[in-house]
C-alpha cells in the first residue's frame, strides 16, 4: 500500500481551466482590492517581461496590496514585510500553491514538494527532511568540491565563457550526485542532456502568454512534456536499478526507496519520481542564477572583490576553504556579499497563491478563490525597506544590520512551512563555488554588455553572462578589475 497521496489531478485543459477562473472571479462575494482590472494585453505582456518596475509602479500608487488584471484574471499582489509574513506564516493555511498560477508546473515536477499543499504536503516534507539534516549537508561537501574544481580545471585565463551556462553545467552535476545519487558521466546520464532539458522546458514560462494556452504539436507546452520525458527515462531507469539490486548511498533517492510511514507504507515509483524531478530542478537552477548574478554584480564593483580576496588570504589555509569554514559561513565578507545577491535578485522571486477563503489585510477586502502573489523581488527593493534598493551594498547584511530588519522583509528562500528544504544545501553549493571560483579567477564582464532579466519560476540572465577569465592576482586583490 502507498503513503497517503495527493490530491486528484487538476483538470489539463486550458480552456476549461481559464472558464473556471473566470467563473470564481464572477462569483466573488467582496470586492477585489484598488489597482488596474481592466483587460491589458500590453500590461500583461509588460508583466512577462518586465515585471518589477510595474509591480514597485503599483506599489507606489497603491500601497501594500492592489490587484492587476494579468491575461483572463484578477490577481492580487501583497508586497512588503507584513504581506510576506501573512502570506508565508500567519495565515499561510489560507493559501494554497496546487491551483496557483504555477500550476503548469505540475506538467514537469508532477506531485513533488512544489506543486502539492496541506496534510500531503507536511508528510512529504517530513519524508524528505532527513536527506537535509547537518550531517547529509555536510557530506556533500567533497561532491561540491570535486564537481566545481573539475569544472574550473576546463577554464583557461584569456577564456570567454557564459558563466550562466557553465553554472547550469556544474550545479546539475552536483545534484545529480549528492541528490540523486547518480554518476553524470555514466552511459545513460551522458546520453541525456539534462541541463539542455530543464532549460528546454522552463523555456515554457519565457514563451508569450496566449501561446500557453495551446497544447498542440510544435507549442511550447508540447516542448515542456517532451523535455520531461526524456528526464523520466533517466530518474525511471535508475529507480528501476535501484530497486532490483538493492544498492544504496546516502543520496535522497536511496533514502526515497526505503522510506514508510507509521503503518509500513512506502513511496510508489511515482511519487519518488516527482520529488526526484523536483529537487533537480530546485537544486540546480537557483544556484545557476544566484551565481549569474552575483560575479555580475562583482564585475562592476571591483573593490568588492579586494576585500573578499583579502579576507581568503586571511582565512583560507592555501587557499582551499575547510568544511566548516563553507558550511558555517565563516567567510563573513562572501556571505554578506551572497545575501546582497539573493536580495536584488532572488531566484524564486514570486509566490503565487490561491486563497481558500475570503480575507482582509490593510483595510481592503480579498475574495475567496482569488490569485494571491506575494514577490520577494518586488518586496526587496521597496525604497521605505531598503534604502537606495538598486545599488549593491552587502553591508546591509552585517550582524546588525540584519537584526535590524523588519520581520518578513527578506524572504528569498520563503517562508513558514514552505521555506525551501534545500536551503542549506543551497547556501553551501554557492559558498563552494563562489569560494573556489575567487581563489583561482578573475571574472570581468564585456564592455558593451546589458543585463536583461528572464523570469520563468526562477529569474535568470536572458542572454546568458559572457565573462572573461583572468588569473586572480595581486591586481585584483588590491580591488582592481584586470582588463578583458
Known amino acids: 500500500m502507498a503513503l497517503v497521496g495527493p490530491p486528484p489531478m487538476l483538470n489539463s485543459n486550458p480552456f476549461a481551466v481559464l472558464m473556471s477562473d473566470l467563473r470564481d ?49 484578477n490577481v492580487v499582489f501583497m508586497l512588503g514585510p507584513a504581506a510576506n509574513h501573512y502570506v508565508t506564516v500567519s495565515h499561510a493555511s489560507n493559501f494554497t500553491w496546487r491551483d496557483s498560477h504555477f500550476r503548469d508546473l505540475i506538467g514537469l515536477m ?26 547529509h549537508i555536510v557530506a556533500s561537501v567533497d561532491v561540491i568540491v570535486e564537481e566545481t574544481t573539475r569544472a574550473l580545471d ?40 539534462a541541463a539542455g532539458l530543464f532549460e528546454d522546458a522552463l523555456a515554457f514560462y519565457a514563451s508569450d502568454f496566449l501561446l500557453r494556452v495551446f497544447r498542440g504539436p510544435f507549442t511550447p507546452w508540447a516542448r515542456l512534456q517532451q523535455a520531461a520525458r526524456r528526464l523520466d527515462e533517466l530518474i525511471y531507469s535508475e529507480i528501476s536499478r535501484r530497486r532490483a539490486t538493492g544498492e544504496r548511498g546516502s543520496d535522497i533517492l536511496s533514502l526515497l526507496l526505503d522510506a514508510q510511514d507509521e503503518d509500513g507504507n512506502t513511496l510508489t515509483d511515482l511519487q519518488i519520481r516527482d520529488e526526484v524531478m523536483t529537487l533537480m530542478f530546485a537544486g540546480h537552477d537557483t544556484t545557476t542564477s544566484t551565481i549569474s548574478f552575483m560575479f555580475y554584480e562583482l564585475a562592476h564593483n571591483p573593490e568588492l572583490v579586494g576585500r573578499l580576496l583579502a579576507e581568503q588570504d586571511a582565512l583560507l589555509a592555501d587557499g582551499e576553504p575547510s568544511a566548516a569554514q563553507l558550511i558555517s559561513g565563516e567567510l563573513s565578507e562572501l556571505e554578506m556579499v551572497f545575501e546582497e545577491t539573493l536580495r536584488m535578485y532572488p531566484p524564486a522571486w514570486v509566490g503565487p497563491r490561491r486563497a481558500v477563503g475570503a480575507f482582509e489585510f490593510e483595510g481592503h477586502a480579498v475574495p475567496e478563490r482569488a490569485f494571491v502573489n506575494y514577490c520577494s523581488w518586488a518586496s526587496h527593493h521597496l525604497p521605505d525597506v531598503f534604502a537606495d534598493p538598486e545599488e549593491f551594498r552587502p553591508e546591509r547584511f552585517s550582524p ?33 563555488i563562489a569560494t573556489l571560483i575567487l581563489s583561482r579567477f578573475t571574472l570581468t564582464l564585456p564592455t558593451d554588455f546589458e543585463l536583461s532579466i528572464r523570469q520563468m519560476p526562477t ?21 582592481l578589475t584586470a582588463a578583458a
Open 25 to 73: 472571479e464572477r462569483s466573488a462575494s467582496v470586492p477585489f482590492p484598488p489597482g488596474e482590472t481592466g483587460l491589458s494585453l500590453p500590461r500583461t505582456r509588460r508583466f512577462a517581461n518586465e515585471p518589477l518596475p510595474l509591480l514597485l509602479e503599483a506599489y507606489e500608487r497603491y500601497g501594500p496590496i492592489f490587484t492587476l488584471r494579468l491575461f483572463h484574471s
Open 110 to 135: 508532477g506531485d513533488g514538494l512544489l506543486t502539492i499543499d496541506g496534510e500531503f504536503h507536511r508528510r512529504s516534507r517530513l519524508i524528505m527532511l532527513p536527506a537535509f539534516h547537518r550531517e
Open 459 to 479: 529569474i535568470s540572465p536572458r542572454d546568458g553572462l559572457p565573462m572573461f577569465v583572468h588569473p586572480r592576482s595581486a591586481v585584483a586583490a588590491a580591488g
Open 400 to 432: 546588525q544590520a540584519r537584526a535590524a530588519m523588519p520581520k518578513g522583509a527578506y524572504v528569498p528562500f520563503g517562508g513558514g512551512s514552505r521555506t525551501c528544504i534545500g536551503m542549506r544545501f543551497g547556501q553551501l553549493e554557492v559558498r563552494t
Open 154 to 193: 576546463e577554464l583557461t585565463p584569456g577564456a570567454s565563457i557564459d558563466l550562466y551556462a557553465w553554472t547550469r553545467r556544474l550545479a546539475l552535476r552536483v545534484a545529480m550526485r549528492a541528490l540523486f545519487g547518480v554518476d553524470p558521466d555514466g552511459v545513460q546520464a551522458r546520453s541525456i542532456d
